[in-house]
């Protein structure tokens, strides 16, 4: 776990509020609103990112419980594991696993069960030139910025200069017959 994920964790702890149904202002919106905005100061960040941002480390956790009580996976995973979620352990004693579905079960007991993939089958492309290069570097930096609002932003710059650096190429491009209903 990084160090703004134990950070926020921290943080979260400290407001029970949050996580803690039997707390008698958990279901008051606007003080977890206001909470949640406290937080997000506290660590210079927008509120709905650390909302986010905790919703998907408690998520993940979850699923780290369930597969733990599974005890399918092998015993240095598990402690490599435990070490990572170790500063989110103080949640154990809140949160109820949900009962699985009959379909689950089914569909873990398969061994033809695909395991994180689509079906979509890529295949490497070894002709890419030096701009497709570029712009997965760019998809990869973009991917690595936590905050879905800021990745939302930067995409929408990057789309503002190509369309931009499209304009000035072709000035009347958009008198095309394609665009007669813009």
């Known amino acids: 776990m990084d160090q703004i994920s134990k950070n926020l964790v921290a943080r979260v702890r400290s407001y029970p509020v949050l996580y803690d149904r039997s707390h008698n202002m958990y279901n008051d919106v606007v003080k977890k609103e ?4 406290l937080i997000a100061s506290e660590m210079n960040i927008e509120s709905i990112c650390a909302k986010q941002k905790w919703k998907s480390l408690r998520d993940n956790y979850l699923r780290y419980l369930k597969q733990k009580s599974n005890a399918k996976a092998p015993m240095y995973r598990e402690w490599k594991q435990e070490e990572k979620w170790k500063p989110m352990q103080f949640l154990q004693s809140y949160v109820q696993p949900k009962e699985g579905f009959p379909r689950e079960a089914s569909r873990s007991d398969s061994p033809t069960a695909p395991t994180g993939t689509t079906g979509v089958q890529q295949e490497p492309n070894t002709n890419s030139d030096a701009t497709e290069l570029l712009f997965r570097s760019f998809a990869k930096s973009v991917r690595n910025i936590r905050c879905p609002v800021r990745q939302a932003k930067v995409k929408l710059q990057i789309m503002e200069i190509i369309t931009n650096a ?7 491009g958009l008198r095309d017959s394609a665009f007669k209903y813009l």
């Open 166 to 172: 499209t304009i000035a190429i072709d000035p009347h």
């Open 34 to 37: 206001k909470t949640w905005k």
